[in-house]
């Protein structure tokens, strides 16, 4: 390792809001031409260039007498994948559509198969598209209707700007159509002559959703809707009977949606009910639900804080309209919903586990499918289909490999379609799943998911990897990784704190770690932890704390506050930088962002709340853990200058000795390597860095426990 760590050097900038003055010695690491450095790396500033180099070759360095162990987990891990895998085909009309990875390849094949027995056709080759790129990722991907084309998006920069293009599946060849600056999502009109999109602004937003004619110049293109409100972001949906395309509108706790007719895309937009401060829903449609076309809402409206769901006539669909269908019972969350011909089926979460309940159409006769595992994750999978019987559900638990179930709704039988292999091998029977709660400082109990293996001593010896989240109402399935075996084979204990500001016990849990409440999130994680070290069920002094994005800024702040507790911190694409970001407006995320913080501009209580905790302006002298912070330098979201300004910060005033060191990828974004191997890098980097800092030996044993 490099005798010196990089400094950056200060050059001081202030200004004074709301009668505070603030000081940034580090301002000058923000590109002022950052929106051009998305577009193009290559136009990043020279100094800040050089300051983001030296952090990485200081990061090279420290890594480079661990590269042995490095090779060792990649070879783990990269064992544990089938590399030749593909997803179940999903039946659309006369043919199941797929994804398909072939032997060595980082990108997906789109492909389809004539049903019941044609023939595969690679509609689209990810692994030659991606041919001497640095970075490459697809976004959507979408057939037409009559099967004639397949749209899709790439992203070559790593900065969410994808170009479309459309495919002609017969030829194989792409059409000369080309639309640039978009976001992923797209949506086809029910003939295919006509393809929406979504355009981003000058400030990343994606704002715009044009109609394209297939044939004609992106400049021909029809706006046929513009968010005014920079506070909301746009997306492009579909309900399930292909009838309506759903222009969804929203910050983090306000929603509108907007009806395309696709059979005639020349009628006017119709909007479902005009936005309401704090009422969110989603829509879906039934052609013959109680007699008539009617939209099916999922809703917080009336009170319903753990959402319900209700019906409207199509043709008038306002809130004066709406009558309930699944009425709201607290503490049962209702997350997500989808309609077919003859059921409606819902996706709920109560007492902290999922289920799906599946609802006849023409009556009010529910049932629900059924699990047995302690802690478990559960998603649907809707097809493409509306008038079937089959449900297509994926069920893991930190235990079990993913599984694909088909359910008949009538019948009540369910089928196994697809387990995940693990071609080095994974007996389930070797390792324990369990949750446990953790008394949180104002008395909650936070629900905490274990894993490790049958034969790690539960006798306060183990290392842990602890991982938080704690944002914007999401909540952080137990569900099954390959790579983070390669730590519990090695004796860790893998845990989850299911900290406040996500939805595992209800809405009330999102809104008691937000705004005012936001530390909760952050006194959760602590408690989480000194659970464990009180328990015995880990080692005090060897827990390693793990989050990522609003998670980072989670381990920002874990960081300040408890650095004692933490024997070392990995920060993935940290949001440390809050109130720095939320003061600025150009920003493309920091307007929908506010009702998520607070707005520090207009407000000195937001202001004032926001710099108590912002991981950078809290950053004080003290002996810090020992921290890993990785960025990306086209990352849109957490841009890439707040770990930078984070790590400069701490380099100054960190009063220990262990290693801060920050990595950033010059080639990708938010996500961090596209390809499904390079990835595996970043997460082999972040094992050998856990493995390190726990103390823990490099070899297994025959059991496949640690040898320390």
């Known amino acids: 390792m490099t005798s010196e760590a990089p400094r950056a050097p200060r050059r001081p900038e202030s200004r004074t809001l709301h009668g505070i003055t603030l000081t940034d010695d580090f301002g000058w690491l923000k590109a002022e031409n950052w929106r051009e450095v998305m577009r193009d790396p290559a136009v990043l500033d020279a100094d800040i260039r050089a300051y983001l180099d030296a952090e990485n070759a200081y990061a090279q360095a420290h890594f480079a007498p661990r590269e042995t162990l490095k090779h060792t987990l990649l070879k783990e891990m990269r064992g544990r994948i089938k590399e030749d895998d593909s997803s179940v085909p999903s039946p659309d009309g006369p043919f199941g559509y797929y994804l398909r990875h072939r032997e060595g390849g980082q990108h997906p094949l789109f492909c389809r198969k004539a049903l019941p027995d044609g023939a595969e056709e690679v509609l689209l080759d990810g692994d030659e598209m991606a041919k001497d790129k640095a970075f490459f990722q697809f976004g959507h991907a979408r ?24 495919r002609d599946t017969g030829t194989g060849a792409d059409l000369a159509d080309v639309m640039e600056g978009a976001t992923g ?66 910050d983090h706790e306000t929603s509108e949606v907007h009806l395309i007719d696709l059979a005639d895309v020349e009628a006017p937009l119709r909007v479902v ?39 409207a006539p199509s043709a008038s669909p306002g809130r004066d309209h709406w009558r309930d269908l699944v009425p709201h019972r607290q503490g049962r969350m209702i997350l997500s919903q989808v309609a077919y011909r003859g059921f409606l089926v819902r996706l709920e979460r109560e007492d902290g586990l999922p289920r799906i309940v599946i609802r006849t159409v023409f009556s009010s006769e529910e049932h629900a499918i059924a699990f047995d595992e302690e802690a478990y994750a559960l998603g649907m999978d809707d097809g493409y289909q509306f008038d079937t019987n089959e449900l297509r559900f994926t069920y893991a638990s930190m235990t079990t490999p993913s599984e694909v179930w088909s359910y008949d709704m009538h019948a009540r039988g369910r089928t196994l379609l697809k387990r995940q292999e693990v071609p080095s091998g994974h007996d389930p029977a070797d390792y324990v799943t369990r949750r446990v709660f953790a ?100 080692h005090p002094s060897r827990i390693v704390a ?55 501009i207009e407000s000195e209580t937001a ?29 849109p979201r957490v841009t890439y200058w707040e770990p930078a300004r984070w790590m400069a910060r701490l380099r100054e005033v960190n009063t220990g000795d262990r290693p801060l060191l920050l990595r950033t990828n010059m080639d990708a974004g938010h996500g961090g390597a596209s390809g499904r191997f390079d990835r595996l890098e970043e997460v082999a980097l972040m094992h050998v860095f856990a493995l390190d800092v726990a103390r823990v030996e490099a070899g297994m044993d025959a059991a496949g426990s640690a040898s320390a």
């Not at 938080?468 to 075996?485: E, I, N, V």
């Not at 926001?610 to 990785?630: F, G, K």
């Open 143 to 166: 057939h037409a209707p009559d099967h004639a084309c397949i749209a899709y998006a790439v992203d070559e920069q790593g900065a969410e700007l994808y170009s479309v293009r459309i």
């Open 185 to 250: 999502d797209l949506l086809w009109s029910r003939d295919g002559r006509h393809l929406f999109y979504i355009r981003r602004d000058a400030e990343h937003r994606p704002s715009q959703v044009f109609r394209h004619t297939l044939g004609t110049p992106q400049e021909a293109d029809v706006l046929i809707y513009e968010e005014a409100d920079k506070g909301f972001f746009v997306s492009l949906g579909e309900t399930q009977s292909h009838m309506f395309g759903l222009i969804a509108c929203g």
């Open 273 to 311: 009910a005009p936005r309401a401060a704090g009422i969110r829903y989603e829509v879906e449609h039934h052609p013959d639900l109680g007699g008539e076309d009617a939209l099916v809402i999922l809703t917080n409206a009336d009170g319903a804080e753990d959402f319900k769901i209700v019906t």
């Open 439 to 538: 008394r949180a400082p104002d008395g909650e109990r936070v629900p905490v998911t274990l894993l490790h293996r049958v034969s790690t001593p539960l006798d306060g010896s183990a290392p842990c990897l602890l991982y938080g989240y704690g944002a914007y109402g999401m909540s952080m399935p137990a569900g099954f990784s390959t790579s983070r075996l390669s730590l519990v084979d090695r004796g860790f204990v893998y845990a989850i704190a299911h900290v406040r500001g996500g939805t595992e016990k209800g809405w009330r849990w999102y809104v008691d770690g937000k705004l005012a409440k936001k530390t909760n999130t952050f006194t959760d994680f602590i408690a989480a932890a000194e659970h464990l070290a009180a328990e015995k069920v880990v």
């Open 546 to 600: 793990h989050g990522g994005s609003a998670g980072g800024m989670l381990m920002g702040a874990i960081a300040n506050l408890r650095p004692d507790l933490f024997a070392g911190i990995i920060a993935e694409v940290p949001f440390v930088d809050v109130l720095a970001t939320m003061l600025d407006d150009t920003l493309p995320l920091t307007p929908p962002e506010w009702p998520e913080w607070g707005n520090p």
């Open 607 to 635: 202001f004032r709340r926001i710099q108590s905790y912002s991981p950078v302006d809290n950053v004080t002298a003290q002996p810090y853990p020992a921290i890993l912070a990785l960025a990306g330098l086209t990352d």
